[in-house]
């Protein structure tokens, strides 16, 4: 019996034990935290879930939250608009410190689409966005490579690797023979120079693609790219952004030329062929000479620091930053530098109640020096070259002379050591603006932006001798200065109208004023015999004969803008959308006739997705269809270019002397009109599986008509006067069709790990249509020495195509040559081992009438891969550029009997069967050097833009050194490059349309590598 008691007394303990530990383990808590975004800005509104249940809760003002009913283990959903849903699980916290990171793909997300914003749902046109967060994983020096690659429709090519040098920016073809540049704003303000600009600054960048850019009128038919900085934001604590990384740059390659004893053999070889004496008889003793290519290469330092204090009060926000970077020169080192250096403030407050006030002022300035590059005689021109049978220098410690190579070849480093050449810019930017909201749907804005800026340059050219009949020799010492002053404004009033009705109906409507102007102002002298011949010496001051480059006056220009437009957007239920806008553009550029024009835009969208006959359709989770047409307007051309100015030079006799004076300038032409673009667009939008997977598809065709262009004229007319030059005429239509795709898979596999790729193509068929001129097409570029008319603008042609001639082999006998055209016209009788061309014409001659097409530098297609993984701690982005289908014209080769070659030389014919693409050695007369496609080549390539690795510290360990987040990386950009071409980069344009695809001794786009540090605090 006691026995049997205590049995009860101890299932009793036990059950009660039980049922008190099932009670302690289901016992809830209530959990508190912060939230906030990236930077540590607090994040109000956010929507707290315990999943699988009703239980809820709200962030405050200050994004700081408490929810109650917690278990650990229970899961949070923290959603908010434009932010990615993030889930946490419980352990055992009772206070959570919540970062939200920016969806850059939500359909809520707000674009700035022009005068106003929409968000991505809403938009009708063509528009892509580059978020600050993929700015950053890039770490760019500059704001164009953070453009290559992620946009589909944009190509970007450089005019050279040059520190601070221009890139070329072109948005779906080039669309004229004129300036192809899109217009770029930044904050408002208009910018021709992108190296002004520090890309941690950036906000966000969105590109216009299509009609709707018509809403900024002018210039917008090459597209819109607006760049937005960052802010300060209200109601939020003191934040401080470090960005610090220092480097170093190198060449990705160098060319294969000629050693010592090779280039002894085929010089030897070529003179022997022509019945001359050997150059070198002791080919033994010339080993491996001098490699000019590794004495002008070398390793060069990167370094860049920035600093952004971002913060706010209640009713207003500010944020003050500064940047440096100085970037040496892979060739030349500091003879080629870059330095930047910046300071930005913007303040927004609220002033009273609905009337919302904006600043803002960037001060820049930049210094370059800057060698000879991308002509011929530039520096890699003569590394390339130069004989390596030179040294450096001679016994005498005395720079070597390049004898014998032509009069543009001359010693590299010597060159490198007497080239002074500096440039120094200081820009200032500011905006101004006010937005008031009045009669609950009504809102009026002004803003006024100006930029001001002085380019300073500096040039020194010593006495110096670099050979018998060098044209760089110098017997007398040179000193110029030269300064240009650029000042422009902007000024907007817009009044805005919106209002939903029935809750299904939402109406915008905006009118407005935009004016314009920009003028400019140059000057420039220089001097002669400078004081023992030393840089340190050069001033005009110090110097004798000072001559003005502008003896007639210092020339100026100023045009001015004059701007209205209207807009209507309207949609239902978002569901069908419209936009409609009309702006009417006046251009002093142009007569008063002429000087007025109108310019309308539609565009139409559909969201199938909130059909419906959809919504059963789980694996679609947003779908839309969209179109857009209309007119835009362009008038980039010189001023008054519509009347006849007395700008020019003209000699007369003055009581028996000959003096000089005033003449009329350019020719006039006063008939000169808008250029005009015909812009279409269609596309669709689509998402699936609950948006990890986004795609996007464009077609779209861009008809230019009356491109605004110099023709060829004749001498008799006076265009080649002092001074002078042909008119600009309404010359012709060029036509750009293609195809733009972009597909994106995004998917967080847990709160440790995440996984993004996104690839775009874009295909792009350029014709010209029409030229007026009696010669039915335009010519430009030159090839080697003294060849001209090798790119032309010419009907049912892609604008700035190569014009020569084509080959077919090589003459391997004399049966051949006698069985062949006669080639006479070309500058000499062909002989087995010369190049054999094509009579095209089937005349019996070959001659310049057998040129035609031999290539193109406008790519077929352009692609982008983008790559990114988290990790926990770590992060790897990899970015990839491919250009496919272009053309480049190797023009580095100066093809004399003394000059070097590259090892292919090594290939050449020598006897029948030999070779059958490379042409004989000789010293004799030739029309092997005459252009053909003998020097074109595929420029094709992929190029691995950026590859990045990251790792950020457990915020919880930073936090207690009073840092937000601490990050730190290590990138390479430009890590390799796969392509055919054989010179330094297939990447190389002046990006003129007319002569851009000509290497000749390209700045090569130099491979960096970095470390560096991102902080917030």
Same mark, same amino acid.
């Given at each position: 019996?006691?026995?049997?008691?205590?049995?009860?007394?101890?299932?009793?303990?036990?059950?009660?034990?039980?049922?008190?530990?099932?009670?302690?383990?289901?016992?809830?808590?209530?959990?508190?935290?912060?939230?906030?975004?990236?930077?540590?800005?607090?994040?109000?509104?956010?929507?707290?879930?315990?999943?699988?249940?009703?239980?809820?809760?709200?962030?405050?003002?200050?994004?700081?939250?408490?929810?109650?009913?917690?278990?650990?283990?229970?899961?949070?959903?923290?959603?908010?608009?434009?932010?990615?849903?993030?889930?946490?699980?419980?352990?055992?916290?009772?206070?959570?410190?919540?970062?939200?990171?920016?969806?850059?793909?939500?359909?809520?997300?707000?674009?700035?689409?022009?005068?106003?914003?929409?968000?991505?749902?809403?938009?009708?046109?063509?528009?892509?966005?580059?978020?600050?967060?993929?700015?950053?994983?890039?770490?760019?020096?500059?704001?164009?490579?953070?453009?290559?690659?992620?946009?589909?429709?944009?190509?970007?090519?450089?005019?050279?690797?040059?520190?601070?040098?221009?890139?070329?920016?072109?948005?779906?073809?080039?669309?004229?023979?004129?300036?192809?540049?899109?217009?770029?704003?930044?904050?408002?303000?208009?910018?021709?120079?992108?190296?002004?600009?520090?890309?941690?600054?950036?906000?966000?960048?969105?590109?216009?693609?299509?009609?709707?850019?018509?809403?900024?009128?002018?210039?917008?038919?090459?597209?819109?790219?607006?760049?937005?900085?960052?802010?300060?934001?209200? !109601?939020? @604590? &003191?934040?401080?952004?470090? /960005? $610090?990384?220092? %480097?170093?740059?190198? =060449?990705?390659?160098?060319?294969? +030329? *000629?050693?010592?004893?090779?280039?002894?053999?085929?010089?030897?070889?070529?003179?022997?062929?022509?019945?001359?004496?050997?150059?070198?008889?002791?080919?033994?003793?010339?080993?491996?000479?001098?490699?000019?290519?590794?004495?002008?290469?070398?390793?060069?330092?990167?370094?860049?620091?920035?600093?952004?204090?971002?913060?706010?009060?209640?009713?207003?926000?500010?944020?003050?930053?500064?940047?440096?970077?100085?970037?040496?020169?892979?060739?030349?080192?500091?003879?080629?530098?870059?330095?930047?250096?910046?300071?930005?403030?913007?303040? !927004?407050? @609220? &002033?009273?109640?609905?009337? /919302? $006030?904006?600043? %803002?002022?960037?001060? =820049?300035?930049?210094?370059?020096? +800057? *060698?000879?590059?991308?002509?011929?005689?530039?520096?890699?021109?003569?590394?390339?070259?130069?004989?390596?049978?030179?040294?450096?220098?001679?016994?005498?410690?005395?720079?070597?002379?390049?004898?014998?190579?032509?009069?543009?070849?001359?010693?590299?480093?010597?060159?490198?050591?007497?080239?002074?050449?500096?440039?120094?810019?200081?820009?200032?930017?500011?905006?101004?603006?006010?937005?008031?909201?009045?009669?609950?749907?009504?809102?009026?804005?002004?803003?006024?932006?100006?930029?001001?800026?002085?380019?300073?340059?500096?040039?020194? !050219?010593?006495?110096?001798?670099?050979?018998?009949?060098?044209?760089?020799?110098?017997?007398?010492?040179?000193?110029?200065?030269?300064?240009?002053?650029?000042?422009?404004?902007?000024?907007?009033?817009?009044?805005?109208?919106?209002?939903?009705?029935?809750?299904?109906?939402?109406?915008?409507?905006?009118?407005?004023?935009?004016?314009?102007?920009?003028?400019?102002?140059?000057?420039?002298?220089?001097?002669?015999?400078?004081?023992?011949?030393?840089?340190?010496?050069?001033?005009?001051?110090?110097?004798?004969?000072?001559?003005?480059?502008?003896?007639?006056?210092?020339?100026?220009?100023?045009?001015?803008?004059?701007?209205?437009?209207?807009?209507?957007?309207?949609?239902?239920?978002?569901?069908?959308?419209?936009?409609?806008?009309?702006?009417?553009?006046?251009?002093?550029?142009?007569?008063?006739?002429?000087?007025?024009?109108?310019?309308?835009?539609?565009?139409?969208?559909?969201?199938?997705?909130?059909?419906?006959?959809?919504?059963?359709?789980?694996?679609?989770?947003?779908?839309?269809?969209?179109?857009?047409?209309?007119?835009?307007?362009?008038?980039?051309?010189?001023?008054?270019?519509?009347?006849?100015?007395?700008?020019?030079?003209?000699?007369?006799?003055?009581?028996?002397?000959?003096?000089?004076?005033?003449?009329?300038?350019?020719?006039?032409?006063?008939?000169?009109?808008?250029?005009?673009?015909?812009?279409?667009?269609?596309?669709?939008?689509?998402?699936?599986?609950?948006?990890?997977?986004?795609?996007?598809?464009?077609?779209?065709?861009?008809?230019?008509?009356?491109?605004?262009?110099?023709?060829?004229?004749?001498?008799?007319?006076?265009?080649?006067?002092?001074?002078?030059?042909?008119?600009?005429?309404?010359?012709?239509?060029?036509?750009?069709t293609g195809f733009e795709f972009q597909i994106g898979y995004s998917k967080s596999y847990s709160d440790d790990m995440s996984f993004n790729v996104n690839y775009n193509f874009t295909t792009l068929e350029n014709e010209v249509l029409k030229v007026d001129n009696s010669l039915g097409y335009i010519s430009g570029g030159g090839f080697g020495i003294g060849q001209s008319d090798v790119a032309r603008m010419e009907v049912g042609m892609p604008i700035g195509y190569f014009h020569g001639l084509k080959t077919d082999g090589i003459f391997q006998n004399q049966s051949e040559v006698d069985a062949h055209p006669s080639q006479l016209a070309l500058g000499a009788n062909a002989q087995p081992g010369d190049i054999r061309f094509v009579d095209v014409n089937n005349d019996g001659l070959i001659n310049e009438d057998d040129k035609t097409y031999i290539g193109d530098p406008i790519p077929d297609v352009t692609m982008g891969l983008n790559i990114s993984f988290d990790y926990k701690n770590f992060d790897f982005q990899m970015y990839l550029f491919s250009s496919i289908g272009n053309?480049?014209?190797?023009?580095?080769?100066?093809?004399?009997?003394?000059?070097?070659?590259?090892?292919?030389?090594?290939?050449?014919?020598?006897?029948?069967?030999?070779?059958?693409?490379?042409?004989?050695?000789?010293?004799?007369?030739?029309?092997?050097?005459?252009?053909?496609?003998?020097?074109?080549?595929?420029?094709?390539?992929?190029?691995?833009?950026?590859?990045?690795?990251?790792?950020?510290?457990?915020?919880?360990?930073?936090?207690?050194?009073?840092?937000?987040?601490?990050?730190?990386?290590?990138?390479?950009?430009?890590?390799?490059?796969?392509?055919?071409?054989?010179?330094?980069?297939?990447?190389?344009?002046?990006?003129?349309?007319?002569?851009?695809?000509?290497?000749?001794?390209?700045?090569?786009?130099?491979?960096?590598?970095?470390?560096?540090?991102?902080?917030?605090?």
């Amino acid at each position: 019996m006691i026995h049997k008691i205590i049995t009860m007394k101890q299932i009793y303990l036990i059950i009660t034990f039980s049922l008190m530990s099932l009670f302690g383990f289901s016992q809830t808590m209530e959990i508190s935290g912060n939230i906030s975004d990236a930077s540590g800005l607090p994040l109000p509104g956010v929507t707290i879930i315990q999943v699988s249940t009703n239980n809820g809760a709200i962030s405050d003002f200050d994004g700081y939250f408490t929810i109650k009913g917690i278990k650990i283990g229970d899961q949070l959903k923290f959603s908010y608009l434009g932010f990615k849903e993030k889930t946490i699980t419980v352990k055992t916290e009772s206070s959570l410190v919540v970062i939200l990171d920016e969806d850059q793909e939500s359909l809520d997300e707000v674009v700035i689409v022009g005068y106003g914003t929409q968000t991505k749902k809403e938009i009708t046109g063509a528009v892509s966005v580059v978020s600050s967060q993929t700015i950053e994983e890039l770490a760019p020096t500059r704001i164009e490579q953070a453009l290559q690659g992620q946009v589909a429709g944009v190509n970007i090519t450089t005019q050279s690797g040059a520190p601070g040098s221009a890139s070329n920016i072109r948005i779906r073809g080039i669309s004229t023979n004129g300036d192809n540049r899109p217009l770029i704003l930044l904050d408002g303000n208009v910018i021709e120079d992108l190296s002004v600009v520090t890309p941690s600054d950036i906000e966000n960048i969105t590109v216009l693609k299509d009609a709707t850019a018509g809403i900024y009128g002018v210039r917008a038919a090459n597209g819109v790219i607006l760049i937005t900085t960052k802010s300060g934001v209200r !109601n939020s @604590e &003191l934040k401080l952004d470090v /960005n $610090l990384y220092g %480097g170093f740059q190198q =060449t990705t390659r160098t060319l294969p +030329a *000629l050693n010592a004893s090779e280039y002894g053999l085929l010089v030897n070889e070529a003179h022997v062929a022509n019945g001359e004496a050997i150059v070198f008889p002791n080919i033994s003793d010339l080993g491996g000479g001098t490699n000019w290519q590794n004495e002008v290469f070398q390793d060069a330092a990167i370094i860049n620091q920035d600093f952004t204090l971002r913060g706010g009060t209640k009713k207003s926000g500010f944020a003050i930053g500064s940047s440096y970077l100085t970037q040496d020169g892979i060739i030349g080192g500091g003879k080629s530098n870059f330095t930047r250096y910046n300071v930005r403030l913007n303040f !927004n407050t @609220e &002033l009273f109640k609905n009337l /919302n $006030l904006k600043a %803002g002022l960037i001060y =820049t300035g930049t210094n370059r020096k +800057a *060698l000879s590059e991308n002509a011929i005689g530039s520096v890699l021109f003569n590394a390339l070259n130069n004989a390596p049978t030179l040294t450096v220098k001679d016994e005498n410690n005395q720079y070597t002379l390049s004898e014998g190579l032509g009069n543009e070849v001359i010693n590299p480093i010597a060159q490198i050591a007497n080239t002074y050449n500096k440039t120094a810019v200081d820009k200032l930017s500011g905006n101004f603006g006010g937005n008031y909201k009045f009669l609950k749907n009504f809102s009026v804005e002004s803003n006024i932006q100006f930029n001001y800026a002085e380019v300073k340059g500096e040039v020194f !050219n010593p006495i110096a001798f670099y050979g018998s009949g060098k044209v760089f020799n110098k017997d007398r010492s040179e000193y110029s200065e030269s300064k240009s002053v650029f000042q422009d404004y902007t000024f907007d009033a817009i009044l805005n109208y919106e209002k939903v009705f029935n809750e299904a109906h939402n109406l915008k409507a905006t009118i407005g004023t935009s004016v314009f102007k920009t003028e400019g102002e140059f000057s420039g002298s220089i001097g002669f015999d400078i004081p023992d011949n030393d840089f340190n010496n050069a001033s005009l001051d110090n110097a004798s004969d000072i001559l003005n480059f502008y003896p007639l006056g210092d020339p100026t220009f100023d045009s001015r803008l004059l701007s209205y437009f209207g807009r209507i957007q309207y949609n239902f239920k978002e569901k069908y959308l419209f936009s409609a806008l009309i702006r009417r553009d006046g251009s002093t550029k142009f007569g008063p006739e002429n000087r007025f024009g109108y310019f309308p835009t539609a565009s139409l969208g559909w969201v199938l997705s909130d059909e419906s006959f959809l919504e059963e359709v789980s694996a679609i989770s947003f779908l839309k269809l969209r179109t857009s047409y209309g007119i835009l307007g362009n008038d980039r051309i010189p001023d008054y270019r519509y009347v006849s100015i007395l700008n020019g030079e003209g000699e007369y006799v003055l009581n028996g002397e000959l003096v000089t004076g005033i003449a009329l300038g350019t020719l006039s032409n006063p008939e000169i009109k808008w250029e005009q673009q015909e812009s279409f667009n269609v596309g669709i939008d689509a998402r699936f599986l609950n948006n990890e997977l986004i795609f996007t598809a464009d077609y779209f065709s861009r008809n230019t008509k009356d491109l605004l262009l110099v023709p060829d004229i004749s001498g008799i007319l006076g265009g080649t006067a002092p001074g002078s030059g042909a008119p600009i005429i309404n010359g012709g239509d060029v036509k750009n069709t293609g195809f733009e795709f972009q597909i994106g898979y995004s998917k967080s596999y847990s709160d440790d790990m995440s996984f993004n790729v996104n690839y775009n193509f874009t295909t792009l068929e350029n014709e010209v249509l029409k030229v007026d001129n009696s010669l039915g097409y335009i010519s430009g570029g030159g090839f080697g020495i003294g060849q001209s008319d090798v790119a032309r603008m010419e009907v049912g042609m892609p604008i700035g195509y190569f014009h020569g001639l084509k080959t077919d082999g090589i003459f391997q006998n004399q049966s051949e040559v006698d069985a062949h055209p006669s080639q006479l016209a070309l500058g000499a009788n062909a002989q087995p081992g010369d190049i054999r061309f094509v009579d095209v014409n089937n005349d019996g001659l070959i001659n310049e009438d057998d040129k035609t097409y031999i290539g193109d530098p406008i790519p077929d297609v352009t692609m982008g891969l983008n790559i990114s993984f988290d990790y926990k701690n770590f992060d790897f982005q990899m970015y990839l550029f491919s250009s496919i289908g272009n053309e480049i014209v190797r023009n580095y080769e100066r093809n004399l009997s003394l000059t070097n070659k590259t090892s292919y030389e090594l290939e050449r014919w020598t006897g029948p069967g030999t070779s059958n693409s490379v042409p004989r050695a000789t010293t004799g007369a030739t029309s092997n050097a005459v252009f053909s496609d003998y020097f074109v080549e595929d420029a094709s390539y992929v190029r691995a833009q950026n590859l990045q690795i990251g790792y950020t510290l457990d915020k919880n360990s930073t936090k207690k050194i009073g840092v937000e987040k601490l990050r730190f990386y290590a990138s390479v950009s430009n890590l390799f490059t796969l392509t055919k071409y054989r010179g330094y980069d297939p990447t190389s344009s002046t990006g003129n349309p007319l002569g851009g695809g000509f290497d000749n001794g390209f700045y090569p786009t130099p491979r960096t590598f970095l470390l560096g540090v991102n902080f917030k605090m």
